[in-house]
């Protein structure tokens, strides 16, 4: 066993040189990533890969004595897609960060994975443009990420998730030979579009070396931000429903409930909660902006909110901060398990009383924010980590209540015609239910899929398909 350890780890220096380190501490941050779930083992070793040619050499080898390769990026990810499992080759492309070009004419850019997501929009503001997926970690996430696992965020009511600012890729497939998919030209329907398939793929097919990506004009004219509280979240959330009833399409809609308004009160100091029990944020964008700003405060005020529109841009940073304020607030309360369902607009009422339920059976809060705009809801599990060997938890730590809790959460959404997950992915967290969302012949053909891009099973093995 010992030897082939040592054949594989000689052929990788060989090859790699300095890129590759078998250093403890390298090894150790592997092994998790921001959900918190960390890999029972360790991996072989990590490849820092700087070109795409250190990538096909680092897979190539990994075929040739059946290593497992794990793809990784900035390590962002929440639902343990990228995490090291014990004895895989991780193969980062953290430091393959260049932007190589960006073509205001065509509206495009063409990057490396390591680019972070942030960083292109600030390149891309000097040509007046925008890459418009935005999840919430996009100062430290990087592309190749947000493309491996279709990422969302607060605009993509309006913009859409990642998948619609992709055009073609680059990827390195499991035998070390690059494919090229997609296009430059804004339309394109010649053969299987591929370049969709991999995104959201989860590294199971392959590793994204480069990425041809959309850049949307930055919206013209000022945005206008609302904010309006209300006495419980459900008549919220049919608030947020009628905005999009009435037609009207802010950028921005997000929810919080009564549990996430304590715990910024709790962390600021503030006194959020006396204003009402659930906060609806949203911005208008482009031009129209001030009347569609102004036609959503009638519908929010309709239906019961107390609705602020901001007169100016620090009233507004004053109401962005209060949603800002969310992800500090939830991890000063403990461990946190950061779910993550999408259900139609029309339910997410529906889907939060779910959630108010569950969180009463089963003795838990569970402060849940939503991009209300698209019915994508972050339901957050709050929790202290067992002992090693508590008969209350599982293998690390998380007690058995919150997975009973987060069963529950999921059948609540697939019953309300949702899904698992809106934008965070599968990976390990969430692979036990797959099939109950997709059906068994869905699953089937997915696999048959993966073993056609990876017919020895080495790329990101137990990730997403349930083992």
Same mark, same amino acid.
């Given at each position: 066993?010992?030897?082939?350890?040592?054949?594989?780890?000689?052929?990788?220096?060989?090859?790699?040189?300095?890129?590759?380190?078998?250093?403890?501490?390298?090894?150790?941050?592997?092994?998790?990533?921001?959900?918190? #779930?960390?890999?029972? +083992?360790?991996?072989?070793?990590?490849?820092?890969?700087?070109?795409?040619?250190?990538?096909?050499?680092?897979?190539?080898?990994?075929?040739?004595?059946?290593?497992?390769?794990?793809?990784?990026?900035?390590?962002?990810?929440?639902?343990?897609?990228?995490?090291?499992?014990?004895?895989?080759?991780? &193969?980062?492309? /953290?430091?393959?960060?260049?932007?190589?070009?960006?073509?205001?004419?065509?509206? =495009?850019?063409?990057?490396?994975?390591?680019?972070?997501?942030?960083?292109?929009?600030?390149?891309?503001?000097?040509?007046?443009?925008?890459?418009?997926?935005?999840?919430?970690?996009?100062?430290?996430?990087?592309?190749?990420?947000?493309?491996?696992?279709?990422?969302?965020?607060?605009?993509?009511?309006?913009?859409?998730?990642?998948?619609?600012?992709?055009?073609?890729?680059?990827?390195?497939?499991?035998?070390?030979?690059?494919?090229?998919?997609?296009?430059?030209?804004?339309?394109?329907?010649?053969?299987?579009?591929?370049?969709?398939?991999?995104?959201?793929?989860?590294?199971?097919?392959?590793?994204?070396?480069?990425?041809?990506?959309?850049?949307?004009?930055?919206?013209?004219?000022?945005?206008?931000?609302?904010?309006?509280?209300?006495?419980?979240?459900?008549?919220?959330?049919?608030?947020?429903?009628?905005?999009?009833?009435?037609? =009207?399409?802010?950028?921005?809609?997000?929810?919080?409930?009564?549990?996430?308004?304590?715990?910024?009160?709790?962390?600021?100091?503030?006194?959020?909660?006396?204003?009402?029990?659930?906060?609806?944020?949203?911005?208008?964008?482009?031009?129209?902006?001030?009347?569609?700003?102004?036609?959503?405060?009638?519908?929010?005020?309709?239906? +019961?909110?107390?609705?602020?529109? /901001?007169?100016?841009?620090?009233?507004?940073?004053?109401?962005?901060?209060?949603?800002?304020?969310?992800? #500090?607030?939830?991890?000063?309360?403990?461990?946190?398990?950061?779910?993550?369902?999408?259900?139609?607009?029309?339910?997410?009422?529906?889907?939060?009383?779910?959630?108010?339920?569950?969180?009463?059976?089963?003795?838990?809060? &569970?402060?849940?924010?939503?991009?209300?705009?698209?019915?994508?809801?972050?339901?957050?599990?709050?929790?202290?980590?067992?002992?090693?060997?508590?008969? /209350?938890?599982?293998?690390?730590?998380?007690?058995?209540?919150? #997975?009973?809790?987060?069963?529950?959460?999921?059948?609540?959404?697939?019953?309300?015609?949702?899904?698992?997950?809106?934008?965070?992915?599968?990976?390990?967290?969430?692979?036990? #239910?797959?099939?109950?969302?997709?059906?068994?012949?869905?699953?089937?053909?997915?696999?048959?899929?993966?073993?056609?891009?990876?017919?020895?099973?080495?790329?990101?093995?137990?990730?997403?398909?349930?083992?």
């Amino acid at each position: 066993m010992h030897s082939a350890r040592d054949g594989v780890l000689a052929r990788l220096r060989e090859e790699l040189g300095g890129v590759l380190s078998v250093d403890a501490d390298v090894l150790r941050d592997v092994r998790t990533d921001r959900a918190g #779930w960390v890999s029972p +083992g360790l991996p072989l070793a990590v490849v820092a890969a700087t070109e795409i040619q250190h990538v096909q050499a680092a897979v190539r080898i990994a075929a040739e004595f059946g290593v497992p390769v794990v793809p990784r990026g900035a390590g962002t990810g929440l639902a343990g897609g990228a995490v090291g499992t014990p004895g895989s080759l991780v &193969i980062s492309t /953290a430091l393959m960060n260049r932007i190589l070009e960006i073509s205001p004419a065509d509206e =495009l850019a063409v990057v490396e994975p390591g680019v972070i997501n942030q960083h292109l929009s600030d390149a891309a503001a000097e040509f007046g443009l925008v890459f418009s997926p935005d999840p919430a970690s996009k100062d430290i996430s990087s592309i190749g990420g947000n493309i491996a696992t279709n990422a969302g965020g607060l605009l993509c009511a309006k913009y859409g998730v990642t998948r619609e600012a992709v055009l073609g890729l680059k990827v390195v497939l499991a035998d070390g030979s690059l494919l090229e998919t997609g296009r430059r030209s804004v339309k394109g329907v010649t053969g299987l579009d591929l370049t969709a398939l991999l995104t959201g793929s989860e590294g199971t097919l392959g590793i994204i070396v480069e990425a041809t990506v959309r850049l949307r004009p930055i919206a013209a004219g000022l945005t206008h931000t609302i904010g309006a509280f209300f006495p419980d979240v459900t008549v919220a959330a049919r608030a947020a429903a009628a905005v999009t009833a009435a037609r =009207l399409r802010p950028s921005v809609m997000e929810l919080m409930d009564t549990l996430s308004l304590s715990a910024i009160d709790r962390l600021n100091g503030s006194a959020l909660g006396e204003r009402g029990a659930a906060f609806l944020l949203v911005q208008t964008d482009g031009h129209g902006a001030a009347a569609e700003a102004a036609a959503i405060v009638s519908v929010v005020s309709a239906q +019961g909110g107390d609705a602020e529109l /901001a007169l100016d841009e620090e009233a507004g940073e004053r109401l962005l901060a209060i949603r800002r304020s969310f992800h #500090w607030a939830i991890s000063a309360l403990g461990e946190v398990l950061i779910e993550d369902v999408c259900v139609p607009r029309s339910r997410l009422a529906d889907m939060f009383a779910a959630i108010e339920g569950i969180g009463l059976r089963h003795g838990l809060d &569970i402060p849940t924010i939503a991009h209300a705009g698209d019915g994508n809801l972050h339901p957050n599990f709050v929790f202290e980590r067992l002992a090693p060997g508590d008969p /209350a938890g599982d293998e690390h730590g998380v007690p058995l209540v919150i #997975w009973a809790a987060a069963e529950e959460l999921f059948q609540a959404a697939i019953s309300l015609g949702g899904t698992l997950t809106g934008e965070h992915g599968v990976g390990v967290l969430k692979r036990r #239910w797959l099939e109950a969302e997709i059906g068994s012949a869905s699953l089937g053909l997915q696999r048959r899929i993966k073993a056609a891009f990876d017919p020895a099973g080495i790329m990101n093995p137990g990730k997403v398909f349930p083992v």
